[in-house]
């Protein structure tokens, strides 16, 4: 992505410019690819995280404009965003619709259709901490590294791979209590 290139102190009309023609268009692919691993199965949640990222950039132009990379300062208050929903959330007492109190799940076909059905896998992600959901998605969803998540999260690389490693454990356990078991897992 293009960083701002013009005088040390650039104008805000410049950074408004930058921000419209450059920011916006570029990063919102990615940006929105993200929000969607954050908060999976839930588009409307990940369009309002998308959002509400573009809007802190907006109120922090030069900020955004002067970081060596405006995608990972992107990435990151997403990220924040996303902990600081999921926190909000678990603080509230969960609502059950009566009619899906008396839903019994039924297993796929093949242990291979039900690791690949999303009805099956969304839960599951679900039920993992927004840690290990998160470096889950970024490293096995969005193919990154270790390392390269490691410096998106400001954590060192062996905290992200025991994170990767705990939630595939996890992934795994709440996968085989309804019925997926073996290599299907991963």
């Given at each position: 992505?293009?960083?701002?290139?013009?005088?040390?102190?650039?104008?805000?009309?410049?950074?408004?410019?930058?921000?419209?023609?450059?920011?916006?268009?570029?990063?919102?692919?990615?940006?929105?690819?993200?929000?969607?691993?954050?908060?999976?199965?839930?588009?409307?949640?990940?369009?309002?995280?998308?959002?509400?990222?573009?809007?802190?950039?907006?109120?922090?132009?030069?900020?955004v404009a002067s970081s060596r990379?405006?995608?990972?300062?992107?990435?990151?208050?997403?990220h924040n965003l996303s902990i600081?929903?999921?926190?909000?959330?678990?603080?509230?007492?969960?609502?059950?619709?009566?009619?899906?109190?008396?839903?019994?799940?039924?297993?796929?076909?093949?242990?291979?259709?039900?690791?690949?059905?999303?009805?099956?896998?969304?839960?599951?992600?679900?039920?993992?901490?927004?840690?290990?959901?998160?470096?889950?998605?970024?490293?096995?969803?969005?193919?990154?590294?270790?390392?390269?998540?490691?410096?998106?999260?400001?954590?060192?690389?062996?905290?992200?791979?025991?994170?990767?490693?705990?939630?595939?454990?996890?992934?795994?356990?709440?996968?085989?209590?309804?019925?997926?078991?073996?290599?299907?897992?991963?």
């Amino acid at each position: 992505m293009e960083t701002l290139e013009c005088d040390p102190q650039p104008t805000q009309a410049d950074l408004v410019t930058w921000y419209e023609r450059v920011l916006v268009p570029q990063s919102r692919p990615a940006l929105h690819r993200y929000a969607r691993r954050l908060v999976p199965g839930d588009p409307h949640r990940a369009e309002d995280l998308v959002q509400e990222t573009l809007l802190r950039a907006w109120r922090n132009l030069a900020s955004v404009a002067s970081s060596r990379s405006p995608q990972a300062w992107l990435s990151r208050v997403a990220h924040n965003l996303s902990i600081d929903q999921a926190r909000r959330v678990a603080a509230r007492p969960a609502e059950v619709a009566e009619d899906v109190t008396g839903t019994v799940w039924q297993p796929a076909e093949s242990l291979y259709d039900a690791a690949l059905d999303w009805a099956t896998l969304e839960p599951a992600l679900r039920s993992l901490s927004a840690v290990h959901r998160e470096a889950l998605v970024l490293v096995y969803y969005q193919d990154r590294t270790h390392r390269e998540v490691a410096t998106l999260l400001g954590v060192p690389p062996g905290t992200v791979k025991s994170r990767t490693h705990n939630a595939t454990r996890e992934l795994q356990r709440v996968l085989s209590s309804h019925g997926v078991t073996g290599s299907a897992v991963y």
